[in-house]
């Protein structure tokens, strides 16, 4: 199989990444359509007998960042959360659990909710989410376990009363609402 073929053949599980990254279709498509770009252009950077997908989700989840730093955004508030616009599948899951869980997946920090793609949704193992983020297997572990807890809390007692109820976690004390933060 030729190199082409196989970045061919990882474009519906990068989709599936950016769709999950930026809750947005259209960015996500694009994400995908510049990583492709970008993984054809430096083919002679990838290493033979390496891991190909995490090669290739490293180089979204850079342009990812790279394009939030472009817009400057920081944080979303509540009310134009990307959940918010999308909409559940029919068929074998019902769409209320769905929007809880992207609702609550969207809850966490991005480093969490990172992991837990790459590994949960993706199928990584540590070792290629430690490569593709380019942290420690150690951090890896201990983000995919706080994301994990993050989820269950908000999953079971709801955000009214896990970490995205208002209160910093841990201190008791009224958090602010999250906004959308531009740089001058």
């Known amino acids: 199989m030729t190199f082409e073929a196989e970045v061919i053949a990882w474009l519906p599980q990068l989709r599936r990444y950016a769709r999950a990254l930026t809750g947005d279709r259209a960015w996500a498509d694009d994400l995908v359509q510049d990583t492709a770009e970008r993984a054809l252009a430096r083919w ?3 290493r033979p007998n390496s891991n ?7 180089i979204l989840r850079h342009l990812y960042i790279d394009q939030l730093r472009g817009r400057r955004e920081i944080a979303v508030d509540d009310e134009s959360a990307p959940w ?3 909409e559940a599948p029919h068929g ?3 769409g209320l659990v769905l929007r809880d869980l992207q609702r ?4 966490l920090p991005v480093e969490q909710r990172e992991v837990l793609l ?3 949704v993706e199928e990584l193992s540590y070792q290629e989410a430690s490569s593709a983020l380019g942290v420690p297997i150690g951090t890896i572990m201990s983000r995919l376990s706080r ?9 079971t007692e709801g955000p009214a009363q896990g970490a995205a109820q208002g209160s910093a976690p841990g201190t008791g004390r009224k958090a602010p609402p999250l906004k959308v933060v531009r740089n001058p």
């Open 44 to 46: 002679s950077a990838f």
């Open 52 to 58: 190909l997908r995490a090669w290739l989700l490293t």
């Open 84 to 86: 918010r616009n999308l």
């Open 92 to 94: 074998e899951v019902d």
């Open 104 to 107: 609550a997946l969207y809850c």
């Open 118 to 120: 790459l590994v949960g």
């Open 147 to 155: 994301a994990r807890e993050h989820m269950r809390v908000l999953l």
